[in-house]
């Protein structure tokens, strides 16, 4: 066994580390939310990552995004994938295009870190609607993660559940419209937003991705 993981062993035994092992995690979005969700469920030994994004690194994402300090100009997906040996990259937008063709079925776990709430409403569609197909993956998602500054308010809910955050109430808004009847979990604060802009401030980003990743790692060991 890689050393990197002799203190994941200690916490986790070996039925529980086989698991993570064994397990599929597709990340969508590698931003100031999922850079980080990718860095935590990667040194803890999660078996098979596949990372989709589409953008480019630029200097204002060195403030909050693994990979930008050195990346500037480059594809996040091949930054990413050069520093997490052995993760998959696809250099995709998650549109609807990508949502409607793609094999989700493959996966256990499905974590969305993207901002696009459009899309986010047609992958809750095809991935947690009801009826619910037994083969599809968990739905993890994250909300709106900036202007804000105090990690210990962010939680973790069913999106029906998710309160105080302008864009979980588009998100749920959008749902309804959609008339999506399932359900999935998000990650949300309800802290008051503390500017107007869309300012950001790494502690609560990634908190954001940290967050969604440790409920991942959660519902594969419970599994």
Request: net charge positive.
């Amino acid at each position: 066994m890689d050393k990197r993981f002799t203190r994941t062993l200690l916490l986790f035994k070996d039925d529980g580390f086989k698991k993570l092992q064994d397990s599929k995690v597709l990340l969508l979005g590698v931003g100031g939310v999922g850079s980080f969700a990718l860095d935590c469920l990667y040194r803890t030994g999660i078996g098979n990552i596949c990372i989709v994004d589409y953008d480019k690194f630029d200097e204002t994402n060195q403030n909050r995004q693994i990979g930008a300090l050195e990346g500037v100009g480059q594809k996040k997906v091949e930054v990413l994938a050069k520093k997490y040996q052995g993760i998959n990259a696809i250099d995709s937008k998650v549109d609807e295009e990508f949502i409607n063709s793609f094999n989700f079925e493959s996966y256990d776990i499905v974590i969305d870190a993207i901002d696009d709430i459009n899309a986010k409403i047609l992958l809750a569609l095809k991935i947690a609607n009801k009826p619910k197909i037994k083969t599809m993956p968990i739905l993890l998602s994250s909300t709106g993660s900036a202007k804000k500054l105090d990690p210990s308010k962010i939680e973790f809910a069913s999106i029906w559940k998710s309160h105080g955050d302008k864009f979980a109430r588009k998100f749920r808004e959008g749902l309804k419209k959609a008339n999506f009847r399932g359900d999935f979990y998000v990650a949300f604060s309800p802290e008051v937003p503390k500017c107007k802009e869309l300012g950001s401030f790494s502690g609560v980003t990634a908190s954001f991705g940290l967050r969604l990743a440790s409920e991942a790692i959660s519902f594969i060991l419970r599994s």
